[in-house]
């Protein structure tokens, strides 16, 4: 009975694998993303065998359909409705309270800034084989002295320290990094700017398929989806995403802009780097929002919410990919060879470079902080702070140079450096770290 029990609990999905592999009967091309997407879910709630699993993988994989930009879509769009779910609606209240709020946090924006408040992300697929040191995690801290973070992250795969690792070994008092959940979260931004979502939280059912992922021994579509499964990607306003591959940009782009995203960035160093590179060119795939003049509805829209009442009309905005290379001399800052920031260090060396940098220890032309200061730059830039023509911080005059693609990467720079001179960005990750310690875990 309990041998029974065990295996009925299984759906088989032969027949799509079957179809998939199936080129000579052109079977394979009717094959829709949907379909796809319904049979990875499965995966979640450990429905598959561990051997369809594998072959799914597989053929994905083999097919390239796992570099689809629909597939990939839609497969994220699964893996997000299988995670713990987020009350995005009391998010919301949240965020808008902390945007409103002129005692701390991302105030009214200054004239010309179209950064609305939202949240934001700087993540990168992992995998290139660099193992550099932490930098978007570390952009991410410096970043929540102007922009609300949403970090989503892990502990290390295939490098020496992963998001999670470099939190956790912060010193003196790390940040408790388990007590942000989807029950906790839409409290977490009434006291600071900045929550890290540890994915195995937020993503139980991954732990079906983590030994089949092991045991194959290649990428597969879920190295790809992370990026895109954030679990609060109804509130995500601007990410930055770092891909391993040039090749990923573009589909990577695409899957984001079919996924709804307004504002972001792919970018691939020429090294094959999930980062901007500080050694040399970065490819970049932006995704730019523009009005749709076939729009009918009025032309401002009060938040994020906003739809027009024609479910069949013309969406206000359209999205717009351009592709185009950005140089650390775009930013102002001079090239660092990838040597003098990687092989990156254990999770506690890394930890204590990153206090360092957070309390302004790091000289000005350190290699690990213009590699920090270039990635937090664009995180900025997309986001639109960098667009206003006034600091309300006081700290210096605007950079009104434009760069590639019409960007304030130099005053990226600029704002960056001013939120580790000023403390803003120790400042926060204190109030994360002490918002965290306060929590209780349920």
């Not at 006081?394 to 434009?402: A, C, D, F, K, T």
Request: charged residues 25%; contains cysteine.
């Amino acid at each position: 009975m309990t041998e029974k029990s065990e295996i009925s609990h299984h759906i088989s999905i032969a027949p799509l694998l079957n179809r998939l592999v199936s080129p000579s009967s052109n079977q394979n091309v009717n094959v829709s993303p949907d379909e796809i997407a319904s049979a990875l879910a499965l995966v979640f709630e450990d429905r598959l065998s561990p051997v369809q699993c594998a072959s799914l993988l597989t053929i994905l994989h083999l097919t390239q359909k796992d570099r689809d930009p629909l597939v990939i879509a839609r497969c994220a769009q699964r893996m997000r409705q299988a995670a713990a779910q987020v009350d995005l609606k009391a998010l919301r209240r949240s965020i808008r309270t902390k945007s409103s709020d002129q005692s701390g946090g991302p105030k009214q924006a200054p004239s010309g800034s179209t950064y609305r408040g939202g949240l934001c992300d700087i993540v990168g697929t992992g995998g290139d084989g660099h193992s550099t040191y932490n930098v978007s995690t570390t952009a991410s801290i410096v970043a929540s002295s102007l922009l609300l973070l949403s970090k989503h992250g892990n502990r290390a795969s295939s490098s020496k320290s992963g998001s999670a690792d470099l939190l956790q070994n912060i010193a003196p008092e790390a940040p408790v990094i388990e007590a942000i959940t989807a029950t906790t979260l839409p409290q977490i931004y009434s006291k600071t700017n900045y929550a890290f979502l540890f994915a195995p939280l937020f993503h139980p059912g991954m732990r079906f398929v983590a030994p089949i992922r092991k045991d194959l021994g290649f990428r597969t579509i879920f190295n790809i989806l992370g990026p895109l499964a954030n679990p609060v990607e109804g509130c995500i306003e601007a990410r930055v995403v770092g891909v391993a591959r040039r090749d990923l940009g573009l589909v990577f782009a695409e899957a984001l802009r079919i996924s709804g995203a307004r504002k972001a960035m792919v970018v691939c160093g020429a090294e094959d780097l999930d980062e901007i590179s500080c050694a040399g060119m970065t490819h970049c795939w932006r995704l730019v929002e523009h009005l749709n003049p076939a729009f009918r509805g009025p032309k401002d829209e009060e938040d994020e919410e906003f739809t027009t009442s024609d479910e069949e009309g013309q969406p206000r905005t359209l999205v717009e990919v351009g592709g185009f290379n950005l140089e650390p001399e775009d930013f102002g800052v001079k090239r660092h060879p990838l040597n003098e920031v990687c092989p990156g260090k254990s999770p506690k060396e890394n930890a204590e470079i990153l206090i360092k940098l957070l309390q302004g220890e790091l000289p000005d032309g350190d290699p690990v902080l213009d590699f920090v200061l270039i990635n937090t730059a664009a995180l900025f830039v997309v986001a639109g702070v960098c667009d206003a023509d006034s600091d309300p911080s006081g700290s210096g005059e605007v950079i009104m140079e434009r760069g590639p693609a019409g960007g304030r990467w130099k005053e990226g720079v600029r704002r960056a450096r001013w939120a580790i001179k000023s403390g803003a960005a120790l400042k926060s990750l204190k109030e994360y770290i002490a918002v965290t310690r306060s929590l209780e875990i349920g």
